[in-house]
Structure formats: C-alpha cells, structure tokens
C-alpha cells in the first residue's frame, strides 16, 4: 500500500491542462475560463443619469426653491443634443446621456413642474446622481482571468463588455464502467441476488458537476471478453473510470483484463479508508483509474483522486490544505490506514464548525454518506482524539456530493 498523499500525487502526474476551445457566452455557463478578458467598450460610455429626474446647474440651484425652464428632454437613447443654459433644465430618464452644461441631477421627486416652468424644493450638488464615463470598466480593462469557472454573473459582465465568444478549457472526457454480473440500472428487473448500480449514477452526475463530460459505458459483467469490449470503447477519453472488480476474487476480472492489455500500472491499494483496493495506471493513452464498489468507497475516491485530475485538466488549482473545524465527540487511535469519516457539521453562537463523526461508517451505508455534511480525515497512525481537537474535514455540500 503507498499512501494517499503519494498516490494523489501519482494520480496528478498523469495530467496536463486541456487545450481551450471557442464557445458563444450563451454555452459558456460552468465552463473555465483560458484566457483574461479585456472590456471592447466603456461602462458607461459617457456620463448618464442615475435617476429619472430634472439635468440641472448646480450654480442655478444653489439654494432651494429655485425655478428653472424646462427646454428638453434627454432619454435614453434619444439624448437631448443642445445646451443646458443659465436657467435651464432638460428632463431626464435613467441611462440617459447627461446634457452638455449640466453638472448635476435633481431627483423627480423633490420637484414640481408646471408646463415649461420646474420648481425645485432641495439645492443641487456636485456630480449628484451623475454616473461618470467608464464608472463601471473601461476598454482594456482585464475582468475577468483565466482559470475561472464562469458564472451567470460573469457571462453578464463579458455582455457588457461586448465580448461575444469565450475561450476556455475542453471539458474532460470521463468514461466509466460499472462491472460485475450482480448490479442492475435503477428500474431494471432485479434478481435476487443483484443490487441496484448507484455508482453509475453517482459518477455521471459528479462528472458532470465538476465541468467534465460523462461517457457512460454501461455495465461489464464478469466476462473477460465482454470487459475487454467495454474497455476498448473508452479509447480517446482523457481518463476510464471503473467500478468493482479491483480486489483479489475469483470474479474481480478488471486487474487481470487490463494486464493482458498492457496496463502501466502506478499503484494498487492505498492506505485509506474507505477505498484501499484502488488500482491506478495508464492503459495506452488512457489514465486509468478502478475504484472499488462499495457506493461510499466510490463517493470518497471521487472526492480524493477524481474530483483533483478534473481540476488539473481543467487548469483549476487544487486547494494545498483542507479546511478545519472541531471535534464532536472523542476518536480511537487510528491504525496504518487514512480515515474519511463521515459527520454532520453544525455551527456555534460564535460561527466555529463542529464535526461530529457518525457511530457507523460501514463503506457500503450510502444513506449516511447522502446525509453527512463532510468527511473528517484521520491521518495514519493518528493518537486517540478527545472532543473539542481541532481536525482537517472535507466539506461534501459542493458539488460532487
């Protein structure tokens, strides 16, 4: 067994960031961004008002009332193209270009109009409700940096700023194979001694969730030739997951299968728990990497080693530490093995997370995996541990599980 820091290690070493390709902003929700992002135009272009109100002088309405002559109107997109005078005062719509002569906006509100004559009841200000030319951006001006996984927000900003098309990364194309002749699709008919294949389910949308593409292959039952067939079909994926048939039974034909297929084997067994039968390599082109089959050795090897080689090939920086929070009830020392166990996570009167460990963590108990709020990683060999220690956890509310 190498251990998990090693074989994570390992595991990234097997990837490069993914070339970038041209997408319009209306497919660009989720996707990473390749390239930094430069404004074509200026936010705003020119001054404009802020307020549906009155463009005055500020030097005619120093004080109020103050009586002004209303002599047009500015909108927006119809903007008043003459003078503000001594005197004067043109209405005027938010968003609409700030009149020449006019150094403030007096709000519609504080003001009485009768035909052309305006009555203003509250004295002008500087720059009042004025939004200066490039308020917001300017052309040039980077917004937004490669490496960010854009949101509604983001796509909105590159609008405004005029830029019709994104490059960011190609998203990851990751196959995966569920094996064994006991596990049936949800909805199939079910024998007695099958189960339902949740891990299918639960890599394809976690695949999805983490910006990669999912290629289902589908079910390999324990057939050499058959698994062989599936396997084949993945070839020009950037990784092939599986599931099941990793350990040391008469009917664990994935190791064997992809030996006589010239696999490059990195490691097999890691010291963790759940997940210790975990094989890595490289099969031709193709990393590979064969999970377990038990559902929860499934959920946390995607958290450990799939969720950081998506990341990788998407350019996203994989975080250097885990975040902490405290312990809710005491542990038994730990033995050679990397615990991920599972807890609820609540906080304190004073914003401190507390993790508490549940009493069971049986590696197939998917239930208590769907209803914990993080892993609380225990390091090999780690002491007895008392409530109230501070320990490492792994958040689960983002996104892969």
């Not at 390599?281 to 080693?305: C, D, E, K």
């Not at 792994?394 to 599980?401: M, V």
Request: aromatic share 4%; glycine share 10%.
């Amino acid at each position: 067994m190498i251990s998990v820091a090693d074989a994570v290690t390992k595991v990234l070493s097997a990837f490069r960031t993914l070339p970038a390709e041209q997408v319009s902003l209306e497919r660009a929700l989720g996707r990473v961004l390749a390239e930094d992002i430069a404004a074509r135009i200026t936010q705003p272009p020119l001054d404009v008002s802020a307020m549906d109100g009155y463009a005055v002088r500020v030097s005619d309405a120093t004080t109020a009332p103050a009586v002004l002559r209303i002599v047009g109107e500015s909108a927006a997109g119809s903007a008043f193209t003459g003078r503000v005078g001594a005197g004067e005062t043109v209405r005027i719509s938010t968003g609409a270009p700030v009149p020449e002569g006019a150094d403030a906006i007096i709000i519609q509100e504080v003001t009485k109009r009768q035909g052309d004559t305006l009555t203003i009841h509250e004295p002008a200000t500087p720059g009042r409700w004025i939004r200066t030319a490039g308020m917001d951006f300017q052309t040039g001006e980077v917004l937004l940096h490669a490496g960010r996984p854009l949101t509604a927000r983001d796509l909105g900003l590159a609008a405004a700023m005029n830029v019709p098309w994104l490059m960011v990364r190609r998203k990851p194309r990751i196959a995966f194979i569920a094996t064994g002749d006991e596990v049936v699709m949800p909805g199939d008919p079910l024998g007695p001694s099958q189960i339902i294949s949740s891990n299918s389910i639960t890599l394809n949308a976690g695949i999805t969730a983490l910006g990669a593409e999912p290629l289902n292959l589908g079910i390999a039952r324990d057939d050499e030739a058959q698994l062989r067939a599936v396997i084949e079909a993945s070839r020009g994926a950037d990784l092939l997951v599986t599931t099941g048939g990793v350990s040391v039974g008469d009917h664990d034909l994935v190791g064997r299968v992809l030996g006589d297929q010239d696999l490059d084997v990195g490691f097999y067994k890691v010291a963790m728990r759940p997940g210790k039968p975990l094989l890595f390599g490289r099969l031709g082109q193709v990393p590979f990497l064969g999970m377990p089959g038990n559902p929860v050795s499934v959920g946390v090897s995607s958290i450990v080693f799939l969720k950081p080689a998506i990341e990788t090939m998407l350019g996203l920086s994989v975080p250097a530490s885990a975040p902490t929070a405290i312990l809710g009830r005491d542990l038994k020392p730990n033995d050679e093995r990397q615990d991920y166990l599972r807890a609820g996570l609540t906080r304190g009167a004073m914003g401190q997370l507390t993790a508490t460990p549940f009493e069971r963590q049986d590696s197939a108990m998917l239930a208590l995996f769907t209803n914990a709020d993080c892993l609380v990683i225990r390091p090999p060999y780690a002491p007895r541990a008392t409530r109230g220690e501070p320990v490492d956890i792994i958040p689960l509310r983002q996104g892969l599980l």
